[in-house]
T-cell receptor, first 113, second 121 residues
Framework: AQSVTQPDIHITVSEGASLELRCNYS??????LFWYVQSPGQGLQLLLK??????LVQGIKGFEAEFKRSQSSFNLRKPSVHWSDAAEYFC???????????FGAGTILRVKS | GAVVSQHPSWVICKSGTSVKIECRSL??????MFWYRQFPKQSLMLMAT?????????EQGVEKDKFLINHASLTLSTLTVTSAHPEDSSFYIC?????????????????FGPGTRLTVL
């Protein structure tokens, strides 16, 4: 069965510090992996995705993620966090066009000045 | 490109009434749309998959007679919560999957609407 684990419910980082949000997945085939961000009361915005090819993917807002098949992980990183990055981040796994996405529980990022 | 809208953004209704939520892909065609619900401080739970011109596919445990889904065109899907009760109060979010790479969208990627907050009194 497909599943996504985001082990950190909350993370607090200082503005300007680096960030890594963890995501581990379980999927029976080649996964399509996504990171979305949600601000309070809003929908989800796609940050980046991995389908194939280069395992280090670049996204919007300075985010990147690295797919590591051996570790079943797709961690999200940002070298320098801005206060506007405070939001909830969801990792998701799916199987391609029209296929359902399975979401992790989400990680709430707080940024302190 | 890849803009998805939802209407209304919030709605308050009395118990027993029905509420319709619209999901539109504004700048692309979507043969598939998904409906999710999200309870406070929880993740998104898929309710159903909506395919244009065919019946929706519901996830296990979702009552299809209570949550009516219609996907009559390539840009519009509607979710109707029938005989709503307080336990149906939630944040409902739709997403749409594009069929082509035109206009800045990417295939195999779900684009999400802003959500609809439903409160049933």
């Amino acid at each position: 069965a497909q599943s996504v684990t985001q082990p950190d419910i909350h993370i607090t980082v200082s503005e300007g510090a680096s960030l890594e949000l963890r995501c581990n997945y379980s999927y029976g085939a080649t996964p399509y992996l996504f990171w979305y961000v949600q601000s309070p009361g809003q929908g989800l915005q796609l940050l980046l995705k991995y389908f194939s090819g280069d395992t280090l993917v670049q996204g919007i807002k300075g985010f990147e993620a690295e797919f590591k098949r051996s570790q079943s992980s797709f961690n999200l990183r940002k070298p320098s966090v801005h206060w506007s990055d405070a939001a909830e981040y969801f990792c998701a796994v799916g199987g391609g066009y029209g296929n359902k996405l399975v979401f992790g529980a989400g990680t709430i990022l707080r940024v302190k000045s | 490109g890849a803009v998805v809208s939802q209407h209304p953004s919030w709605v308050i209704c009395k118990s027993g009434t029905s509420v319709k939520i619209e999901c539109r892909s504004l700048d692309f065609q979507a043969t598939t749309m998904f409906w999710y619900r999200q309870f406070p401080k929880q993740s998104l739970m898929l309710m159903a998959t909506s395919n244009e011109g065919s019946k929706a596919t519901y996830e296990q445990g979702v009552e299809k007679d209570k949550f009516l889904i219609n996907h009559a065109s390539l840009t519009l899907s509607t979710l109707t919560v029938t005989s709503a009760h307080p336990e149906d109060s939630s944040f409902y979010i739709c997403s749409a999957v594009t069929t082509s790479n035109r206009d800045g969208q990417e295939v195999d990627t779900q684009y999400f609407g802003p959500g609809t907050r439903l409160t049933v009194l």
